[in-house]
């Protein structure tokens, strides 16, 4: 489930411990990856079991600039399961794009066995996310050495105005130049974007703020002597 914090953005909470039952089975080839239920809100965490000689495959939509993070939970939080895993291209699916197995974690900062990645898209589409077992990294199904429940964690960042600044951590997430005169407006809705005017005092309401506006006294909106 999700606690929400303000208005906009889900924070997962873990409530119960390693999940016992996996509702996203059967998944375990490309072609039967299901979605995740939260991702359209930016982010889900899943409840999931590998079990022996299993895959499991989801889908992540992404839009060309969006950056991915897949965090999977297992041995961390108790698991006998030793994760791998791995990032296939939407538009090739059987082009494996990353594998990941041991890696430094997210939240702890600490080097573990269960695998996470960041991905910076470069493609519109749907991404598919494999798991396995190591030593499976070609995710055949039949090497992996252990099993076990999991949870797996999946956040989309959008960058809506291509400024490199994801939207949930954008002060002005659809205008690429952002307040860059520092009067607190968007420069896209700032009626003098290149001057610090907090007030947006525009006295002849020509759209343009006294303190840029060439003709105060007179409307002119296209600032023509």
């Known amino acids: 489930g999700f606690l929400f914090e303000g208005d906009f953005w889900p924070v997962s909470i ?3 411990g390693l999940p016992a039952t996996d509702n ?6 490309l072609g039967t990856a299901k979605p995740l239920p939260g991702l359209p809100a930016g982010r889900d965490t899943a409840p999931a079991v590998l079990a022996s000689g299993d895959l499991d495959y989801y889908q992540v939509p992404v839009l060309a600039g969006d950056t991915v993070q897949i965090d999977v939970d297992a041995s961390e939080v108790g698991s006998g399961l030793d994760a791998v895993l791995g990032l296939y291209d939407g538009s090739n699916p059987n082009h494996l794009l990353a594998v990941v197995d041991d890696a430094v974690d997210p939240d702890s900062a600490a080097y573990t066995v269960d695998p996470t990645l960041t991905y910076y898209a470069t493609l519109t589409g749907t991404l598919k996310v494999a798991i396995s077992s190591y030593p499976d990294l070609s995710f055949t199904g039949a090497t992996g050495n252990s099993i076990g429940p999991y949870w797996l964690r999946v956040t989309v960042d959008h960058d809506s105005d291509g400024d490199g600044i994801v939207d949930r951590l ?15 407006y968007c420069a896209n809705a700032d009626n003098c974007p290149d001057v610090n005017n907090q007030t947006q005092a525009d006295s002849d ?10 003709w105060v006294a007179i409307a002119n909106s296209n600032q023509l002597d």
């Open 14 to 16: 873990q409530v119960n």
């Open 24 to 29: 996203f089975e059967p998944n375990n080839t």
């Open 205 to 214: 309401s020509d759209g343009k703020g006294d303190v840029c506006d060439n």
């Open 170 to 184: 954008d002060s002005c997430p659809t205008d690429p130049r952002d307040d860059w005169d520092l009067d607190g």
